[in-house]
């Protein structure tokens, strides 16, 4: 039995992505900061599979730590990290940004990241395997106005997915990265800071990618055989061309 680490378990495209994992009989370490969420989807998925939960803010270096370490023996081998903890943080031009918000998406996006894969890699070097998929963003290929932080946080990602390939090519580890365009989870929620109408406004008049669209997509770049590494895969819902150019018929 695999056993897969997912950040940002508790909504979006982590939960889906356990929900995804767990029909394939993949046993589950499901992190994030809200515990109750995390055991309501612990019992959930306990009727398919192992499940275990770590409580901890990936862009906290200490708690990262001391979570993995935590691990219990029979999770302990870790096969597959996805690193899906991310959030944007406001949509403003450079000049009016917030610096709070800024520190928030660096903290998360870029060193949350960080954090969680340089615990897990020592594992996978030890036994040679292993995938890491890191969850990017569209936003990381190209910018758009009012995007600048978030997107450089982004950029960030892919050039991490990129380097990372490049340094544990030795260690038979396979590395991959999705980039999603626009997907209806709680993201552009917390982007407008609760304002639940300005977040629904993003979606008018297209059908976006759903979280269990990116879902499948994570299981089938995982479930390839092993000696078949997928770099990277970029993913709009139909309606959307670029960063910058929406249908909304």
């Known amino acids: 039995m695999k056993t897969a680490l997912i950040t940002g378990a508790t909504s979006g495209i982590g939960k889906a992505t356990a929900q995804e994992f767990a029909k394939h009989k993949i046993r589950l370490i499901l992190c994030g900061r809200r515990e109750k969420r995390l055991q309501t989807l612990k019992e959930e998925l306990l009727k398919l599979t192992e499940v275990t939960t770590l409580q901890f803010d990936v862009s906290k270096k200490e708690e990262v730590i001391s979570a993995i370490e935590s691990l219990p023996k029979n999770f ?63 936003a990381g290929k190209e910018v758009y106005k009012n995007g600048n932080v978030y997107c450089a946080s982004k950029f960030a990602v892919n050039a991490l997915n990129k380097s990372m390939r490049l340094d544990l090519n030795d260690y038979n580890i396979r590395v991959s990265a999705i980039h999603p365009g626009m997907v209806e989870t709680e993201f552009s929620e917390v982007r407008f800071k609760g304002d639940t109408e300005r977040a629904k406004s993003v979606y008018t008049g297209l059908t976006p990618l759903q979280a269990t669209d990116i879902a499948d997509i994570i299981y089938f770049v995982i479930s390839r055989p092993y000696y078949v590494n997928i770099e990277e895969l970029v993913v709009y819902p139909i309606a959307q061309a670029s960063a910058n150019l929406i249908n909304r018929s």
């Open 76 to 138: 302990n081998k870790i096969d597959i990290l996805i690193n899906n903890a991310g959030n944007a943080h406001g949509l403003s031009t450079i000049q009016d940004g917030n610096m709070d918000d800024w520190d928030a998406m660096i903290d998360i996006n870029v060193k949350g990241l960080l954090y969680v894969t340089k615990a897990i890699i020592p594992k996978m070097i030890a036994k040679n395997e292993g995938f890491i998929v890191n969850i990017g963003s569209t």
